[in-house]
C-alpha cells in the first residue's frame, strides 16, 4: 500500500494524511483536534468517484467514529471508509496454461489435399445422383469438391476450393 504524506488545502480546514489516521488541524492553534464532529471537513473513499476526496461529515456512531460522509465532488452520501484503510487493486495476472492447439488449417488447405489424395475420377454434380464418402464432384456453381462425409441418406458435407457446405443428394 502507498502512504500518503502530503497536504491538502481546503477552504475550512487543513487535512493531513498519515499512515493510519485523519484528523482535521485547528489553522489557529496548528495541533490536531481530537474532537471530530458533524458538518466537518475529513478525507475519505468515495467509492462513486474512485478517489480518496474531502467528504463532509453527515453522522457520527460515538464522538471519535464517523458514520457517514457526504462527498463535496459528487454529493454521495455514503459510509465512511478511511483512506489509508482502502486497499488499491493490484494489476494481477492470472496464471494460463497453454492448450496443445491443433495446426489449424484452411478450407483450401483441406480441399487441395483432398483432391490430390483422391484416387476416383470426378463427377457431375446432381440432386438425384447418389454420392459416398471420398468421391470427387463437379458442382455447377462452387467448383470441384470432394466428399467429406454423408451426413444422411439425402445430406452430404463437400469441401469445396473456398468453404464447406451441405448438399443434397439421392432425391
Known amino acids: 500500500m502507498i502512504a500518503l504524506r502530503s497536504v491538502f488545502t481546503f477552504s475550512i480546514n487543513i487535512h493531513i494524511i ?6 482535521p488541524i485547528d489553522k489557529n ?3 490536531r483536534m481530537s474532537e471530530l464532529s458533524v458538518g466537518k471537513e475529513v478525507l ?5 468517484c474512485k478517489l480518496t476526496l474531502a467528504h463532509t ?6 464522538t471519535q467514529t464517523i458514520h457517514r460522509v457526504e462527498c463535496r465532488t459528487c454529493k454521495n452520501t455514503h459510509a465512511y471508509k478511511d483512506p489509508s484503510a ?3 487493486k493490484a494489476a494481477t495476472r ?6 496443445t492447439t491443433k495446426k489449424t488449417t484452411s478450407v483450401a488447405d483441406l480441399w487441395m489435399e483432398a483432391i490430390n489424395s483422391a484416387t ?9 445422383a447418389k454420392f459416398a464418402q471420398g468421391d470427387i464432384i463437379d458442382h455447377p456453381k462452387f467448383g470441384p469438391g470432394f466428399i467429406d462425409r454423408t451426413i444422411d441418406e439425402d ?9 464447406i457446405k451441405t448438399l443434397i443428394h439421392n432425391k
Request: aromatic share 10%.
Open 29 to 31: 492553534k496548528g495541533f
Open 44 to 48: 475519505s473513499y468515495c467509492s462513486k
Open 86 to 88: 482502502v486497499k488499491m
Open 120 to 128: 476416383s475420377k470426378s463427377q457431375e454434380y446432381s440432386i438425384r
Open 57 to 62: 461529515i453527515v453522522a457520527m456512531k460515538d
Open 155 to 163: 445430406k452430404i458435407e463437400v469441401i469445396f476450393r473456398h468453404e
Open 94 to 99: 492470472k496464471k494460463t496454461t497453454r492448450k
Open 18 to 23: 498519515t499512515d493510519y489516521l485523519i484528523l
